[in-house]
Each structure stands twice: as structure tokens, then as C-alpha cells.
């Protein structure tokens, strides 16, 4: 079974998001996420936005998840249908891990369903001032080293926390979820849709 790897460039404040507004180079920081990966999976705004310039994504295969198309590229295919069980089904077939690069939106989203098994930042020794945190709660630590320029690579296993109850287990209250006994539930039937004449 496959893993799926987030890679994020992370600035020593904890800043994730926008690394070109912070980094001196981004293009080659960028560039570093994918050394050595053979598939990469990428939100369709950073492909739009890095695709043509990041040294070695050329020789890779993207995957490109997204709700709109995006121009071809050689070695491009784009994701359809239901982002989770698409993912979900990737990462049954056997090969090399998936390395989602970027793309802060789809990676909260991966780890909302469960799907990321590692996390790995690149730290850079710049202070980004503000911007949008990575929540490393659920993060272990599983190694560190050290590269050129004061840059940290820290490694993190995912650690998803049990749920209380199984979801088959929780009674539905209509469309927020939760639980809802019997007695508080109207007993007069109302229209599902109001008209106004």
C-alpha cells in the first residue's frame, strides 16, 4: 500500500502558505519538495502557478487534483470524480509513495479524510511575519537533519486519534450530524419546501 507524503516548505515562524512571498528563491526551495519522487500530487492552483518553472517536475508524473480542468502538460493527467475515494483507490495500487506537494488546501483536506500518512517540512531560517499555520498536533516526529543554507528537514508520521463512537453507531439529526432522541423531534409534519404565492 501506498503512502501519501505531504510536502510543504515551512518558515521558521510555522508559515506554510505562500512560500514565494517569504522565500528568497522559492522556484528552487520548490524544487527540493520534488527531488526524487516519481509521482506527485498537486492542487490545481499551484500547478497553475509552478508547473512550467520548478526544476525537476518535468521528469515526474503529475497528478492534478481539481474541480476545474487545467492546461496539458507532457506527463500531466488530471484527477476526476470524488477527490477521497479517488485518493483512497491510488493509494491501494502498489508503487512508490505519492508526494503532495504544496497545495495547503488539498493537504487539510487529505488530513481531514485520513489520507496523509507523512508530513515533511522544509524549514527555512526566515521569519514570514504572518500568513497561514500548520496544525502539527497530530504530527510526530520521526526524523531531522540538517542541509545547506540553515534549512531543517523534519519527517513527521501522522497521528490520527481514535473516534469516540463508529459513525454507524451515531443516530443522524438531519443535516449536522450528532445524536437526537425520539421526544425532541416534532411530531407534525412540515413541508419540505415552502412556496410564497
Known amino acids: 500500500m501506498r503512502n501519501i507524503v505531504a510536502r510543504l516548505c515551512m518558515s521558521e515562524d510555522g508559515i506554510v502558505e505562500r512560500p514565494e512571498q ?3 528563491n522559492p522556484r528552487q526551495a520548490l524544487g527540493e519538495l520534488v527531488a ?7 492542487g490545481r492552483r499551484t500547478f497553475e502557478r509552478y508547473a512550467g518553472s520548478l ?3 518535468s521528469d515526474v508524473r503529475k497528478l492534478v487534483v481539481g474541480s476545474r480542468l487545467v492546461v496539458a502538460r507532457p506527463g500531466t493527467e488530471m484527477l476526476q470524480g470524488d477527490t477521497r475515494r479517488v485518493l483512497t483507490a491510488l493509494k491501494s495500487v502498489p508503487g512508490d509513495d505519492l508526494q503532495l506537494v504544496g497545495s ?3 493537504i487539510r483536506s487529505l488530513l481531514r479524510w485520513r489520507l496523509v500518512d507523512e508530513v515533511s517540512l522544509l524549514i527555512h531560517p ?4 504572518r500568513g497561514v499555520l500548520l496544525d502539527r498536533r ?3 516526529l520521526i526524523s531531522m537533519c540538517a542541509r545547506d ?3 531543517l528537514e523534519a519527517n513527521y508520521r501522522v497521528h490520527y ?6 459513525s454507524t453507531a451515531l443516530v443522524s439529526a438531519g443535516r449536522w450530524g450528532g445524536t437526537r432522541s425520539r421526544a425532541r423531534v416534532a411530531s407534525t409534519a412540515r413541508p419540505a419546501v415552502r412556496t410564497h404565492a
Open 55 to 57: 526544476t525537476g517536475l
Open 104 to 106: 495547503l488546501t488539498l
Open 22 to 24: 517569504w522565500l528568497t
Open 126 to 129: 526566515v521569519a514570514a511575519g
Open 161 to 166: 486519534t481514535a473516534t469516540a463512537a463508529s
Open 149 to 151: 543554507n540553515g534549512v
Open 36 to 42: 526524487g519522487a516519481e509521482t506527485v500530487l498537486l
Open 138 to 140: 497530530p504530527l510526530r
